[in-house]
């Protein structure tokens, strides 16, 4: 079964704008990693998250990380065309299981030019 | 390009038929993984292997299913019989031992069952 769950399934936005993209996951983790993978291919690593952070910053990538909730957004500023592409959490709850990655079902984001 | 590279990226076959994937992981990582993921989900671990030695398999891995790492280097899953269930793309990725939630996937290979 997937720990992480993506808010909303799909989202199509003008270029130029913002996008955010949230994931609710259910047990304690270590880190939250989000990937992007573009359609059929494979999947690309943008940035992880320990559980002890709560914001980090890569580019006009913004992620945030609330324990308390079990939550994290990532959000995507000043979008560009080349940002179409499935987004997925992906957790791991440490230590001898941190290999162990466990992923969400996905925002499908679409940037219209 | 020192990337994780897998082969063939798409493969098509008839039920029952047996087929096999290919995975070369980057050159200095200790670990291997394969993921399955179908169409609209996330990938879903299937197993994983620590230089040759396969660690762990999924309860998704049926007794069809065989995956090696001979020399520790390249990885093999192979299906056997295949099913229309086993569509998918299967997903390698490798990773440091110490840094395992670290993992660099390949392109994939999608595996199309008719």
């Known amino acids: 079964s997937q720990q992480g769950e993506e808010d909303p399934q799909a989202l199509s936005i003008q270029e130029g704008e913002n996008a955010t993209m949230n994931c609710s996951y259910k047990t304690s983790i270590n880190n939250l990693q989000w990937y992007r993978q573009n359609s059929g291919r494979g999947l690309v690593h943008l940035i992880l998250?320990?559980?002890?952070?709560r914001e980090k910053h890569s580019g006009r990538l913004r992620v945030t990380l609330d324990t308390s909730k079990k939550s994290s957004s990532l959000l995507i500023t000043a979008s560009r065309a080349a940002d179409t592409a499935s987004y997925f959490c992906a957790t791991d709850v440490g230590g001898g299981s941190n290999y162990k990655l466990t992923f969400g079902k996905g925002t499908l984001l679409t940037v219209n030019p | 390009d020192t990337g994780v590279s897998q082969d063939p990226r798409h493969k098509i076959t008839k039920r029952g038929q047996n087929v096999t994937f290919r995975c070369d992981p980057i050159s200095e990582h200790n670990r291997l993984y394969w993921y399955r993921q179908t169409l609209g989900q996330g990938p879903e671990f299937l197993t994983y292997f620590q230089n040759e030695a396969q660690l762990e398999k999924s309860r998704l891995l049926s007794d069809r299913f065989s995956a090696e790492r001979p020399k520790g280097s390249f990885s093999t899953l192979e299906i056997q019989r295949t099913e229309q269930g086993d569509s998918a793309m299967y997903l390698c990725?490798?990773?440091?031992?110490?840094?395992?939630?670290?993992?660099?996937f390949g392109p994939g290979t999608r595996l199309t069952v008719t």
């Open positions: 990725a490798s990773s440091l031992a110490h840094m395992a939630y670290e993992q660099y």
């Open positions: 998250i320990r559980s002890n952070e």
